[in-house]
């Protein structure tokens, strides 16, 4: 039996790398690099790379990028770029890029300007005439949409919840019809209180998923309806630490609507009559096809 290799992993990064090295990497460049949301191997090549490249690295907290960049044996030139002083930063970005420099703008994880700062810095940058490349890489939204399930090809990326109570009301109630993937961020300290206002602002049948902690070590991925989802976070303390990503499926079609009126009408009629009798009084009454009508009927009746 001929055994795995394993320096063969070894062996296509190094490759891998060589390839990436001889890309072009202009000068007078924002490079908007996404980082690990957690485990610290989830970095691209790529980043790495313009990382190591980069004359500055502007980032949301300069401690926890250079304890990042520690890891992958870097130590850069870091300047602070939170939501505070975007626009002074901007300033101070441009004036590098103007002298020929390469800045990698950074969040403390995930894809910056995505719910973290850098959206000011770049519209600036390109307002000021100057290349912005994207280093697409680890975000948790993605992360969580992939591993839910959830049948529905679009999403809405909400974000963080307001933090006051009005507000969050406010912001929920405009988001009641939207058929698409609703996705929000939440911290472990408010966790609770943004799961009991989705509670009190969406149909409790609709499902919803928690995604915490993901590619960490205690990452846990949990689906239910929403009627359920206070009672679960209750039921383990440790489900209330960590960062979240709340998906929640969306509001129903109006071909899901009439389907599920269907079925209550079908439901109720196949308890006194038989199937094809069911099938027929269910169409009259729903406007819908027999035939298809029937079909579900023995569905249901199965």
């Known amino acids: 039996m001929t055994q795995p290799n394993s320096n063969a992993p070894a062996s296509a990064v190094t490759s891998c790398m060589h390839e990436v090295t001889q890309q072009t990497y202009p000068a007078s460049t924002l490079y908007v690099v996404a980082t690990p949301i957690g485990n610290a191997g989830d970095i691209t090549l790529r980043a ?21 960049l520690t890891r992958y044996g870097l130590s850069k030139n870091l300047i602070a770029a939170h939501q505070h002083n975007e626009r002074e930063v901007a300033d ?16 403390d994880a995930g894809t910056p300007a995505v719910s973290d700062p850098g959206a000011r810095i770049v519209d600036a940058v ?3 005439g100057f290349r912005v490349m994207p280093l697409p890489g680890a975000s948790a939204a993605i992360s969580a949409l992939s591993a839910s399930g959830l049948l529905n090809e679009r999403f809405y990326f909400v974000g963080f919840l307001p933090a006051k109570a009005g507000q969050r009301e406010t912001l929920l109630s405009g988001l009641r019809g939207i058929a698409a993937t609703l996705v929000f961020y939440e911290a472990p300290h408010r966790i609770t209180e943004a799961v009991d206002a989705l509670a009190a602002m969406f149909e409790p049948s609709r499902q919803v998923v928690f995604a915490r902690e993901l590619t960490k070590l205690f990452e846990e991925i949990h689906r239910g309806p929403l009627s359920e989802a206070a009672a679960w976070l209750k039921a383990d303390p440790h489900r209330e630490k960590g960062e979240f990503v709340i998906l929640l499926e969306g509001a129903p079609t109006e071909a899901d609507a009439d389907s599920a009126e269907a079925d209550r009408v079908l439901s109720i009629l196949l308890t006194e009559c038989p199937v094809r009798q069911a099938a027929a009084l269910a169409a009259q009454i729903t406007g819908r096809k027999k035939n298809a009508l029937y079909e579900r009927a023995l569905q249901l009746k199965g």
Do not use: Y
């Open 48 to 68: 790495l790379h313009v990382l190591a490249i980069a004359d500055a690295v502007a980032c949301e907290d300069t401690r926890n990028t250079a304890h990042l």
């Open 92 to 107: 101070k970005l441009i004036a590098r890029l103007q002298a020929g420099q390469r800045i990698a703008l950074v969040s």
């Open 126 to 128: 390109r307002s000021a």
